[in-house]
């Protein structure tokens, strides 16, 4: 039941980047090897075909995109010097850079960007964000003209890094090839990106070094990424201790992290998960009783004391969530009011409701309030709905003291 509520009451994670050092120059050094540790090696860097970090963090790293993003979220040229939109919205024309080459020579084309399309629609997890794109123009090398079905409003967003990396059709392409089981996808990868792949060990780490010919002059400052799997959480730890590793990114164990803290050659910050941050949330089956009442559903949400979660169980390093969107992306919610003590009063009186005459097991929640700590645990237990009011009012919660005061916030506190 535990690991139950946890779940329940858990917000917002903040993952966590750690690097020795690494916030400490305003301006960047060129050359070293950047030493990356995390939990996970992807199988494979082609992100037309795959969606997740283990592909994603190395495979933005090998391919290029058409726009990159700001810190705003607005969109920003990568492979795309410029782009214009018609007034109809059904037709994006890009204008290609004239000098992205592939690693192995080829110039970057709009037939590749093309196949690219073709491919994500085709493959990716989230193909549906190209859905609308009909056709591709190539009226010439560095011109593609996309043509939509109807307006997108997340078009330009899903040409982004992870999303809409360019491949090249002369490698990828080809009569009956399955790109999914293409060799290529893994120890061959070739991309445009700032780095290639020149060492790769399933499962155990990779290696990437910087491209001399990459498009953005002066850039990559690095000369060397190496990847490295730790499976074990506590020798991550050991590792960025030691000065074994430069980075460990995506760390959210709250104990992991205050024992990161108290190392002073580690800096610690929440900047860059913005857009894929880590969310913790309950998910209902709203085909079944009584999770097909919206009630039931808002009364859960009262009941979870986000508060005790965040500051005790996550000790203070995770931010909550009003909605499903990450707090620190521009697109989270606003306006939304967080539920108080006062709100989770009505837990009682919408369950009361809900179950009232129902004739299959309902939910209990019954809660109490720890004097020394403000913790607020939950049990949960199957009963029959009519033993539900009798339960919830005979609570030893000082907030439910008799049934009559309860009665009378039901009749005072209606459904918004």
Excluded at 377 to 391: E, H
Aim: charged letters at 20%; glycine letters at 8%.
């Amino acid at each position: 039941m535990r690991s139950l509520a946890k779940r329940l009451l858990a917000a917002s994670v903040m993952a966590v980047g750690i690097a020795p050092g690494a916030f400490a120059e305003d301006e960047p050094t060129r050359g070293g090897t950047l030493n990356y540790i995390n939990q996970t090696i992807g199988g494979h860097f082609n992100t037309n075909i795959a969606s997740g970090t283990p592909t994603g963090l190395p495979g933005v790293q090998l391919h290029c995109a058409l726009l990159r993003f700001d810190s705003d979220w607005q969109p920003q040229p990568y492979l795309a010097e410029s782009w214009t939109m018609s007034d109809d919205g059904l037709k994006v024309t890009l204008n290609l850079v004239q000098n992205a080459k592939f690693h192995d020579g080829a110039p970057v084309t709009s037939e590749d960007v093309a196949f690219s399309i073709e491919t994500i629609k085709a493959n990716h997890p989230f193909k549906t964000m190209y859905d609308v794109v009909e056709t591709v123009d190539t009226p010439d090398p560095h011109t593609a003209v996309l043509n939509l079905s109807k307006p997108h409003p997340a078009i330009l967003l899903a040409m982004s890094s992870q999303l809409g990396s360019v491949l090249p059709k002369h490698v990828y392409g080809g009569e009956g090839v399955d790109i999914r089981q293409h060799p290529n996808n893994a120890e061959g990868t070739v991309g445009c990106g700032p780095f290639q792949l020149t060492e790769f060990a399933p499962g155990d780490y990779l290696i990437m070094d910087r491209f001399d010919d990459y498009f953005i002059d002066g850039r990559p400052y690095l000369d060397r990424i190496v990847y490295r799997r730790i499976a074990e959480s506590t020798s991550r730890v050991i590792a960025m201790e030691e000065g074994q590793a430069d980075m460990y990114a995506w760390a959210s164990d709250p104990i992991e992290l205050n024992r990161l803290n108290r190392a002073d050659h580690i800096e610690m910050t929440s900047d860059g998960y913005e857009a894929v941050g880590a969310l913790q949330w309950l998910a209902f089956n709203l085909e079944r009783e009584p999770f097909n009442d919206q009630r039931v559903r808002q009364a859960i949400a009262y009941a979870i004391d986000k508060d005790f979660i965040q500051n005790a169980i996550m000790g203070g390093f995770s931010q909550r969530s009003l909605g499903p969107i990450h707090p620190g992306s521009v697109f989270a919610p606003e306006g939304v009011i967080p539920t108080t003590s006062t709100w989770r009063r009505r837990t009682r009186c919408w369950m009361k409701r809900a179950c009232r005459g129902a004739t299959t097991a309902c939910v209990s929640l019954r809660s109490s309030m720890s004097s020394s700590t403000g913790a607020r645990s939950s049990a949960w237990r199957s009963m029959p709905a009519r033993s539900f009011a009798r339960s919830a009012s005979t609570s030893r919660s000082p907030s439910r003291r008799t049934s009559a005061r309860g009665s009378r916030r039901c009749r005072t506190m209606t459904s918004t």
